[in-house]
Every structure is written in structure tokens, then in C-alpha cells.
């Protein structure tokens, strides 16, 4: 059983639509992180949320922490083909850190 | 700056051998871990540490052993192969238990 669900766990859109990937959990989590993870290498950090109610904004990419902090979304506007891969999230709560099972992206010019 | 190297990158082993996956970091990071990457499964943690001389169990431990006797080393020994454990591999470290994870680029193991 996963402590974070994820969802969807595929999604294929054209270049130019906009997105949104939903990280849920019934557990509160410190803080709460998102990756992206490319084939053959490790993920590599993108955001740290910390406060219930946070939004964080990285160019296109949108992140909201809930204000329960047991869930965040990654939204992304307007795709493009260099946003394809697979994005995880991660709670963080008792020295460990929870990953959910991923939302495989992937952005058709 | 090399960030987190695991070795080998790939590696196929037949059942009930033993092998140990080698993860090393030169950030002087306190916090490291292993996780294993399946498909459909995200990461799960299998052992973590939070400085040298301190291990702990995460979520899949078993099969698997850890030791942390430098800061810079975490090494992952897997005790009798089982294919079972067929998946790719990730060490992470962090500068403590609450930052975020440095991942290695990963060990491919196949166990037949």
C-alpha cells in the first residue's frame, strides 16, 4: 500500500495544453517534495513545500501544498516536449522520506 | 563535483548469489538511503541513515544489509539474490534528515 497516491499515472497531451498531476495521502507529511525523474538517471528536485496552503511558482510549473498538508498538486501550463517525464512526489515524516508511485508524462510536439 | 556515485550501473546475478552495490558521495552529507525503483511501485525506501555508524530499516529491508562506517560510504549488500529483487536501484543523501534527497543515477539489477 502506498502512503501517497498519485494520479494519473499516465498522461499524453499535446504541446501547448496545460495539466495537472494530484498527489493525495491521508497522512500529514513536515514537508512535502516534488521530482522529475528522466530515463536511466536518478530524480532530480524541482520544489519543497513546507506550509499548509503554500504555492510555489517555477517558470510554467505550479505547486500547492494543501492546507491540511496531507496533499499538493503540480500543475503546468502551456506543455512542451522538454517537460516529458516521470514525476514523483515525497512526503517527508519521521527521517524518511515517502515517495508516491509517479505520473509518467509525456508531451507530443 | 561528482554529487552521489553508485556502481556498478548495471549487473545481472543468478539466485542465491550475493553482491554488494556501492554508493558514495563526496558532499559531506549526513543523511543517506537506498531505495529500489519497480514499475507501478515509485521509490520505497529499503535502509537509511542518518550519520556514520547509524542504520535503520525503511519500508522493504529484507534481503538486504547496510553498513555506514565513513560519512562518504553507504554500501547495500544483498545477502542471497532473489529474483524478487530484479529492479533499478537508487542511493540519496541529504545534508540532514529533513532536506531533500541527491539521487545517483542508479543500478540496474537483474537477478535470473
Known amino acids: 500500500t502506498q502512503l501517497l497516491e498519485q494520479s494519473p499515472q499516465f498522461l499524453s497531451i499535446q504541446e501547448g495544453e496545460n495539466l495537472t498531476v494530484y498527489c493525495n495521502s491521508s497522512?500529514?507529511?513536515?514537508?512535502l517534495q516534488w521530482y522529475r525523474q528522466e530515463p536511466g538517471e536518478g530524480p532530480v528536485l524541482l520544489v519543497t513545500v513546507v506550509t499548509g496552503g503554500e504555492v510555489k511558482k517555477l517558470k510554467r510549473l505550479t505547486f500547492q501544498f494543501g492546507d491540511a498538508r496531507k496533499d499538493s498538486s503540480l500543475h503546468i501550463t502551456a506543455a512542451q516536449p522538454g517537460d516529458t517525464g516521470l514525476y514523483l512526489c515525497a512526503g517527508e515524516g519521521f527521517n524518511k522520506f515517502y515517495f508516491g508511485s509517479g505520473t509518467k508524462l509525456n508531451v507530443k510536439p | 563535483n561528482a554529487g552521489v556515485t553508485q556502481t556498478p550501473k548495471f549487473q545481472v546475478l543468478k539466485t542465491g548469489q550475493s553482491m554488494t552495490l556501492q554508493c558514495a558521495q563526496d558532499?559531506?552529507?549526513?543523511?543517506m538511503s537506498w531505495y529500489r525503483q519497480d514499475p507501478g511501485m515509485g521509490l520505497r525506501l529499503i535502509h537509511y541513515?542518518?550519520?556514520?555508524?547509524?542504520?535503520d530499516q525503511g519500508e522493504v529491508p529484507n534481503g538486504y544489509n547496510v553498513s555506514r562506517s565513513t560519512t562518504e560510504d553507504f554500501p547495500l549488500r544483498l545477502l542471497s539474490a532473489a529474483p524478487s529483487q530484479t529492479s533499478v536501484y537508487f542511493c540519496?543523501?541529504?545534508?540532514?534528515?529533513?532536506?531533500?534527497?541527491?539521487f545517483g543515477n542508479g543500478t540496474r539489477l537483474t537477478v535470473t
Open positions: 558532499m559531506n552529507h549526513e543523511y
Open positions: 497522512s500529514v507529511f513536515s514537508s
Open positions: 540519496a543523501s541529504s545534508p540532514d534528515r529533513n532536506s531533500p534527497l541527491h
Open positions: 541513515s542518518v550519520g556514520a555508524g547509524i542504520t
